[in-house]
């Protein structure tokens, strides 16, 4: 069984920042890190979460809701990187390849909700 989210393009490419992210919360919780580590993985699944939940959803109107939550979850993410690479617990060029993903990302969902 498939399910619809699978084939959209806008979770897929979320699935595979989520997946780099839940990396580093691994990296961060071996440091004991715990807040952050849990943090950065709650904001990274709610990304595909939503996007997931949304396209289960009855009405073209409630899919945009949960496209919005997914599109605001970019931003926390982003908002989580700057702090972990401020801390110096992520590099610059980690950080800057996944603030450029999210902010692709977030142009994705914007253009995606145009489609519904």
Same mark, same amino acid.
């Given at each position: 069984?498939k399910?619809r989210?699978?084939?959209?393009?806008?979770?897929?490419? !979320?699935?595979?920042? #989520?997946? +780099?992210?839940?990396? /580093?919360?691994? @990296? $961060?919780? *071996?440091? =004991? %890190?715990?807040?952050?580590a849990?943090?950065?993985?709650?904001?990274?699944m709610?990304?595909?979460?939503?996007?997931?939940?949304g396209?289960?959803?009855?009405?073209?109107?409630?899919?945009?809701?949960?496209?919005?939550? !997914?599109?605001?979850? #970019?931003? +926390?993410?982003?908002? /989580?990187?700057? @702090? $972990?690479? *401020?801390? =110096? %617990?992520?590099?610059?060029?980690?950080?800057?390849?996944?603030?450029d993903?999210?902010?692709?990302?977030?142009?994705?969902?914007?253009?995606?909700?145009?489609t519904?």
């Amino acid at each position: 069984m498939k399910f619809r989210f699978q084939d959209l393009t806008i979770w897929q490419f !979320a699935m595979e920042i #989520t997946d +780099e992210m839940l990396d /580093i919360a691994d @990296i $961060l919780e *071996k440091k =004991k %890190l715990f807040r952050f580590a849990e943090q950065l993985r709650g904001a990274a699944m709610s990304m595909t979460n939503n996007i997931a939940e949304g396209s289960g959803s009855t009405s073209n109107r409630d899919f945009n809701n949960f496209l919005n939550y !997914a599109r605001r979850s #970019t931003f +926390e993410n982003a908002n /989580i990187l700057i @702090i $972990l690479h *401020k801390r =110096k %617990l992520i590099n610059d060029k980690v950080r800057d390849q996944l603030l450029d993903k999210l902010d692709k990302e977030c142009r994705m969902i914007t253009n995606f909700k145009k489609t519904l």
